[in-house]
Structure formats: C-alpha cells, structure tokens
C-alpha cells in the first residue's frame, strides 16, 4: 500500500517536472523567435503630382534632381547621395559639385545606369524629368516634388511638409515657413504702394513677359507686387514680346532674369546691353534707375526650395527700399 502511494507520487512529480520543461522550452522557442525578427522599416505614403509612393522614412541613400528642394535638404541638413551635375549647379550649392556627390547625369538626361549602381532608398524628381517617372520608379520609391506655379505657396508648402515627412523634420519645416510666411508679411506692406512692374526674360537677343500664376509670378501672386500688365498669357516659356511692348507697358519697375547668365559656364553676358537700349529708355523704370537683374540661380535654376523663396523674398525687399 504504502508503495503503491509512493509510485503515485513520483509519477505525478515526474508528470510536473516534464510539464513545466514543455512551457520553458516553448517560452524561449517564443524568445528566439521574436529576437531573430527583422524589424519592420516604417514608411510613409507620399501623395504627389504622378501618384502615390511608399517611402521608408529617413531614406539613407537619396538622389535628387530638382534644386529646389536640394536646397531644402541642404537647409536641414539632410545627407544626398547624389544629385544632376550634367549642367548648371546654382553657385549657393556649388558644394554638391566635389566627388562627395554622385553625379545622376543631366536635368533632361539622367543618368540611369549610375543611379542603378547606387542603388538609391529615395528619387526626387520635378518638372523636367516627370516624362521618365516610371523608369525612375523602376530602380526606387520616386516621389515628383516640383511646384505647381499656378498657386505656388501652397504647392510650395505642401512639397515642404512631404519633405518632413519623409525625412522626419517635420518641426524644422515648420519653423522655417513661418519664418518665410512673416517675412512674406513685411513684403506685401512695401509691395502695397510700390508702383507697377513688368518681369521678363532675356534668352540671347530675344525676350519674354511673364505675368500672374506664371513661372515668376510669385512676385505678384505672392509678394503682392501690382503687374503692369495683367493680360499676359501664363506658360512655363512666358509670352513673346518686343521691346516696344515694354516701352507701352511703361513700368514702374522692370525685373529681369537672365537665362543665358543662369546656364552660361563663364557667367559672361550683355543681358544689360541688350535690355537697356533706347526703346526702354523712354520709360520709368529706366528713369528712374529701377531696373532690376534678378539673381539667376534661384530665379531659373532653383526656385520652391526653404534658401530659393527667402533669397526671392530678400531680392523684392531690397528692390522696394
């Protein structure tokens, strides 16, 4: 009798011990498991001009082909791995041209070969390369950032706040709109009893008007400068016109960017020589020593980046001092 209690009792410890060894042995399968799991990488889905793209967040490897937003990245000190050094690189960014930087071929002609090599997280694409956005999207996420001149601010501010998204600076973004959106403020009381202005381009010896929700029409649109004329046809190209055109318009102001200067290698050009002759010197802006050469760079190259839209912003407050 008292073996028989006995075996009970060792079977039934015996029983325990093997259950308890089952629950351990199935806890740290449990841990081993769960350590040997690769964390899922967190991405954002960014809405955009071509389409919606997932995107990792804090991509490593970035290419980027407008420079606007290189600026903007450059302002937040954000690393890219490579960037479009097949032309003209405003001066403000000339340090995106060492060997520090892949270079992703032209504007027009990127480099696909080289962007497969670097194998990138993230592609920046705007205007001049949204015709390739599916071979882009081919070799990474591609997101197409560029800004929409029509209602330029907010197209603007909404490519900034992608930006903190993707790059997780969202604060940063913020804190540097305001500061655009106050300076914006001051800007509009000068503009107010500024006179009128005209904006034209100079390409070798022709020259072309841009007016409201045109390629520079930030500077009426937004900086609430009045336009002489507010007839002028909206298009990326501007309107061709003579310089009797100019003469008619009579500006109180004249503002010209200068293409040829902007993509010149030596930087040489008589855009002053062919904008100041005769038939403009029969208006105010000549009179009056209120004729304008804006800077380049940012006006035709750059441009819907945090640096390009201050850089604007300073250049019309001076003009109005």
């Known amino acids: 009798m008292k073996k028989s209690l006995l075996f009970i009792m060792l079977t039934s410890f015996l029983l325990l011990m093997a259950a308890c060894g089952s629950d351990s042995n199935d806890n740290a399968g449990e841990s081993?498991?769960?350590?040997?799991?690769?964390?899922?990488?967190?991405?954002?889905t960014i809405t955009h001009e071509l389409g919606e793209t997932e995107v990792p967040v804090n991509p490593e490897k970035v290419v980027v082909?407008?420079?606007?937003?290189?600026?903007?990245?450059?302002?937040?000190?954000?690393?890219v791995t490579g960037v479009a050094k097949s032309g003209s690189i405003p001066s403000y960014l000339e340090k995106y041209e060492s060997d520090e930087y892949e270079n992703i071929g032209g504007l027009k002609e990127p480099d696909f070969e080289k962007i497969a090599e670097i194998a990138p997280d993230l592609i920046i694409i705007s205007?001049?390369?949204?015709?390739?956005?599916?071979?882009?999207?081919?070799?990474?996420?591609?997101?197409?950032?560029?800004v929409d001149t029509t209602r330029y601010m907010e197209s603007f501010e909404e490519n900034m706040h992608k930006v903190g998204q993707i790059f997780d600076v969202d604060d940063q973004v913020e804190t540097e709109l305001q500061t655009i959106e106050d300076n914006i403020a001051e800007l509009n009381e000068k503009a107010a009893d500024a006179g009128d202005a005209l904006i034209i381009l100079a390409n070798d010896d022709k020259i072309s008007a841009y007016g409201q929700n045109s390629r520079f029409g930030i500077i009426h649109d937004v900086f609430g400068v009045s336009a002489v004329d507010e007839d002028i046809e909206a298009s990326t190209h501007g309107m061709n016109v003579s310089f009797e055109y100019v003469m008619e318009q009579n500006p109180d102001m004249l503002y010209v960017v200068d293409r040829g200067a902007a993509i010149a290698t030596d930087g040489e050009t008589n855009t002053a020589d062919l904008v100041e002759n005769d038939l403009v010197a029969n208006t105010e802006a000549y009179k009056n020593d209120q004729i304008y050469y804006l800077n380049p760079d940012v006006w035709y190259l750059s441009g819907g980046g945090l640096t390009s839209v201050q850089k604007m912003i300073d250049e019309i407050d001076a003009s109005l001092e």
């Open 127 to 146: 205007g001049r390369q949204a015709d390739m956005y599916e071979e882009f999207q081919k070799l990474a996420p591609t997101v197409h950032l560029g």
């Open 32 to 44: 081993d498991k769960s350590e040997g799991e690769t964390p899922k990488e967190e991405t954002v």
């Open 65 to 79: 082909f407008d420079f606007g937003i290189l600026d903007t990245l450059d302002k937040l000190d954000i690393p």
